[in-house]
Antibody, heavy 117, light 107 residues
């Protein structure tokens, strides 16, 4: 079955760190660009970052630059998001998504990140 | 960053109604626009890409049109499973951005 499964979410204090993972199955993830997209509770969608097939190109939304790092492991067919210096406003469900020409054609089920003391 | 403004933010409609949702970009984006449907507690699903191309498996009652700054998503005959929130997304330039969403509710 073609799917993406996120993990690694949880409760973290402000200023803390968390690493999200996204495991792909049923297809070769390294053949596609991939993104992280988040959704704060009751709010709309916000694109966070993306990465190209070999990891050589990465883009970020301004609000996470310098704090978040996107990466991938082609051997493990996986995508990651290292989140440092977390803030309350980073609280959201984080989705990984497979891209085709910057359009999100396949999404995971999401993982919830809560930043609170 | 390119801002996308969706209208209305919510609407009430009945099964069988024709529904039109608009998305306006703050600057021209050619046809670099996609539409998604999201149901409560679920991930979004792609409906339309390149402004008017229907994603495989999406019912033909969904259609998209527009180019430049003004776009529309049309549901020709609303079905019970279509009650959801709809988002537009531009991919003309970074950062990739979404509209604020349109919630379609049952009248």
């Amino acid at each position: 079955e073609v799917q993406l499964v996120e993990s690694g979410g949880g409760l973290v204090q402000p200023g803390g760190s968390l690493r999200l993972s996204c495991a792909a199955s049923g297809f070769t993830f390294s053949s596609y660009w991939a993104s992280w997209v988040r959704q704060a509770p009751g709010r709309g969608l916000e694109w966070v970052a993306n990465i190209n097939q070999d990891g050589g190109e990465k883009y970020y939304v301004d609000s996470v630059k310098g704090r978040f790092t996107i990466s991938r492991d082609t051997a493990k067919n996986s995508l990651y998001l290292q989140m440092n210096s977390l803030r309350a406003e980073d609280t959201a469900v984080y989705y990984c998504a497979r891209e085709l020409v910057w359009v999100f054609g396949l999404w995971g089920q999401g993982t919830l990140v809560s930043v609170s003391s | 960053a390119i801002q996308l403004t969706q209208s209305p933010s919510s609407l009430s409609a009945s099964v069988g109604d024709r529904v039109i949702i608009t998305c306006r970009a703050s600057q021209g984006i050619s046809s670099a626009l996609a539409w998604y449907q999201q149901k409560p507690g679920k991930a979004p699903e792609l409906l339309i890409y390149e402004a008017s191309s229907l994603e495989s498996g999406v019912p033909s009652r969904f259609s998209g049109s527009g180019s430049g700054t003004d776009f529309t998503l049309t549901i020709s005959s609303l079905q019970p499973e279509d009650f959801a929130t709809y988002y537009c997304q531009q991919f003309n330039s970074y950062p990739l951005t979404f509209g604020g969403g349109t919630k379609v509710e049952i009248k």
